[in-house]
C-alpha cells in the first residue's frame, strides 16, 4: 500500500464518523501510525464530535431499559479482585529496562527461559538416573496426573462452593428486605384498619364538645381529598328518620353549574351518630361544599330540598 | 483546546467522580453502575435513538453501551476525555453498525477524545449542550445539514454528494467547516 505524506483533516473528519471507505480507512491508519499530530487532530475531532452529538433532542430511556441492565449487570456479576502483596522474586539474571508490561513480559521470559544446552547436558551426565522398565516410568506420572486432576476439581467444586456462598448471601440479604418491608406494611395496615373501625364502631363513644351548656345540634364533619377522589363523612346528632327514608350526603363541585355528586346514604344509630367512608366518587372534583338531605330508603340521583346539614 | 471554558487543566472533582465509579465498577460495585447509567443513560440513549429511529433499537444499543463498561471499564480511562463525550460518540458509532447491519467496525478502545468537559456535572453539561446547539443553529443551512446527514445518519460523503447534487470536495468542506466552527465557540 503507497503511503501518503499527508491526509487532509477533512479526510480525518470522515474517518472519525467512519464513513471513508476500507481502502481509504486502512491509508489514513496507516498515517495516523506515524503521525503523533495526525493522531492529536483526529483526537481533537472526535470531542468536536462528542460535543456535537450532545445537540441532540434528548429522551429518557423507559425504565423498564434500566431495569434490565442491571439485572444483566447482576448476572454478570464479577468476581471482586483480591490484592495481594506482590511476590519477591529473586530473578536469575538482571531483566533489560524497559517500560511497563515490557518489564514484567522480560521477568517472565527470564523465568520460562530453559537453561543453557550445556549446563543441562552436564547435569544428565552427572545425575543420570538407573534406567526403568516403561512401566517404572509411567506410573510415577500417573500419580502426579491424578494429584493433579483432583486439584483442578478442587480447585472448580472451590469456585462453585464460592458462587453458591454468594449467591445464597444475595438471596438472604433479599428475604431480610422483603420481610422488613412486609412488617411495615402489615403495621401500616393494622393502623389504617384500626382507625376505620374506630370511626365506624356503631359502640363508639362520640362526644361532640361545644362551649358551655347548648343543646346538641346535628353536625357533620367531612374530610375529602379530591385528587384521589377520597372522603371520609362522620355525623352526630342527628334525628331518627321514619322507617322509608334515609340520608344522603352530597358533593357540591366547585365548577361552576357542576351538578351535585351523591356521595354516598347512611342512616343514624340510635344514638345520632352515623359516618359514611369512602364512598365512591370520581377523581380530581373539587369540591365547593358538601350538603346532607334527606332521601327515599334507596337514595336520590338529586338532592331534595331542604338541606339538613351543609358546610362549604 | 477549550481552556477558556473551564472545563480542562485539572479535572474538577465532579469528573474525578467519573473517574471514581469507574474504579468502582472495576471491582463489580453495581451501585456505582446504575449511577453512571442515570448520569448518561439519557445522552446516549437520545444519540442511538436519532441516529436508529426506533425505540427498540435504541434501547438494544444504550443496554449494549453500558454493558461494554460493565464488561471492560479499562476500555475507557480518564487520559482518554471524557466519559460523557465518549458514550455520546461510541452509541453514535454503534448506531450506526446496527444501521447497517454489520459487526462493530471498531474497538470502543481506540476512540480518544482531546476534549474534557465535565460532563459529570449536570449544570455544566446542559450548558455546553445549550451552547452547542446555539452553535449548530447558526450555522449555515448547508452545513449543518450536511453535518447532520454523516453525524447522525450515516451517509458517506459520496452518498451526500449524490443525494445533494453538490461535489464531493464541497461535502468533505462543508464537515470539516461546521466541526471547526463549533470548535472555535468553544475556544474562544
Same mark, same amino acid.
Given at each position: 500500500m503507497s503511503m501518503p505524506n499527508n491526509i487532509a483533516p477533512e479526510d480525518l473528519a470522515l474517518f472519525a464518523m467512519q464513513l471513508l471507505s476500507k481502502e481509504e480507512a486502512a491509508e489514513v491508519a496507516a498515517y495516523l501510525e506515524r503521525s503523533e499530530e495526525a493522531r492529536r487532530e483526529l483526537a481533537r475531532i472526535q470531542g468536536d464530535l462528542a460535543v456535537y452529538a450532545h445537540t441532540v433532542d434528548l429522551h429518557s430511556p423507559p425504565a423498564q431499559v434500566r431495569e434490565r441492565l442491571m439485572k444483566q449487570v447482576a448476572r454478570e456479576k464479577k468476581p471482586v479482585p483480591i490484592e495481594r502483596p506482590a511476590p519477591v522474586e529473586t530473578p536469575k539474571r538482571a531483566a533489560p529496562m524497559h517500560g511497563g508490561a515490557n518489564v514484567a513480559a522480560s521477568t517472565v521470559a527470564a523465568h520460562d527461559e530453559p537453561e543453557p544446552l550445556i549446563g543441562r547436558t552436564s547435569r544428565l551426565i552427572d545425575d543420570e538416573p538407573p534406567k526403568r522398565s516403561a512401566a517404572g516410568r509411567v506410573f510415577p506420572w500417573v500419580g502426579w496426573a491424578v494429584a493433579a486432576g483432583l486439584a483442578v476439581a478442587g480447585g472448580n467444586l472451590y469456585r462453585q462452593r464460592d458462587s453458591l456462598v454468594q449467591e445464597r448471601d444475595n438471596l438472604h440479604a433479599t428475604v431480610a428486605d422483603q420481610a422488613t418491608k412486609l412488617d411495615q406494611m402489615t403495621a401500616d395496615t393494622a393502623a389504617a384498619r384500626q382507625v376505620l373501625e374506630t370511626l365506624t364502631d356503631t359502640t363508639a363513644k362520640r362526644v361532640m364538645l361545644t362551649k358551655g351548656k347548648t343543646a346538641p345540634v346535628p353536625q357533620g364533619r367531612a374530610t375529602y381529598v379530591a385528587d384521589k377522589g377520597a372522603l371520609i363523612f362522620t355525623a352526630n346528632n342527628l334525628d331518627p328518620l321514619p322507617p322509608l327514608k334515609t340520608y344522603e350526603l352530597w358533593l357540591i363541585p366547585a365548577a361552576a353549574g357542576g351538578a351535585p355528586i351523591p356521595a354516598g346514604t347512611f342512616r343514624p344509630d340510635e344514638r345520632g351518630n352515623a359516618s359514611v367512608i369512602l364512598p365512591t366518587l370520581p377523581k380530581g372534583v373539587e369540591a365547593k361544599a358538601f350538603g346532607v338531605t334527606i332521601e327515599d330508603?334507596?337514595?336520590?340521583?338529586t338532592p331534595t330540598l331542604p338541606i339538613i346539614l351543609v358546610g362549604a | 483546546m477549550y481552556r477558556e471554558t473551564g472545563l480542562v487543566n485539572s479535572p474538577p472533582p465532579s469528573s474525578q467522580d467519573d473517574a471514581g465509579l469507574l474504579v468502582l465498577v472495576q471491582r463489580g460495585d453495581e451501585f456505582a453502575m446504575s449511577t453512571l447509567f442515570d448520569r448518561y443513560s439519557k445522552v446516549v440513549y437520545s444519540v442511538a435513538l436519532r441516529v436508529l429511529r426506533d425505540p427498540a433499537s435504541a434501547e438494544d444499543v444504550l443496554q449494549e453501551v453500558f454493558m461494554q463498561i460493565w464488561r471492560n471499564?479499562? $476500555?475507557?480511562?480518564?487520559a482518554r476525555g471524557s466519559l460523557g463525550g465518549w458514550l455520546a460518540v461510541v452509541s453514535r458509532n454503534r448506531s450506526i453498525d446496527a444501521l447497517r447491519r454489520q459487526?462493530?467496525?471498531? $474497538?470502543?478502545?481506540?476512540i480518544a477524545l482531546a476534549s474534557n468537559y465535565n460532563l459529570a456535572d449536570e449544570a455544566e453539561r446542559n450548558s455546553m449542550m445549550d451552547k452547542a446547539r446555539t452553535v449548530i443553529h447558526l450555522l449555515p443551512v448547508e452545513q449543518r445539514k450536511t453535518l447532520e446527514m454523516a453525524f447522525?445518519?450515516?451517509?458517506t460523503h459520496s452518498e451526500i454528494a449524490e443525494m445533494t447534487g453538490d461535489p464531493l470536495g464541497t461535502v468533505k468542506t462543508r464537515i470539516r467547516s461546521a466541526l471547526m466552527t463549533l470548535r472555535k465557540a468553544f475556544t474562544v
Open positions: 330508603k334507596d337514595g336520590a340521583a | 471499564p479499562d $476500555s475507557f480511562v480518564a459487526r462493530p467496525t471498531e $474497538s470502543v478502545e481506540d447522525f445518519d450515516g451517509l
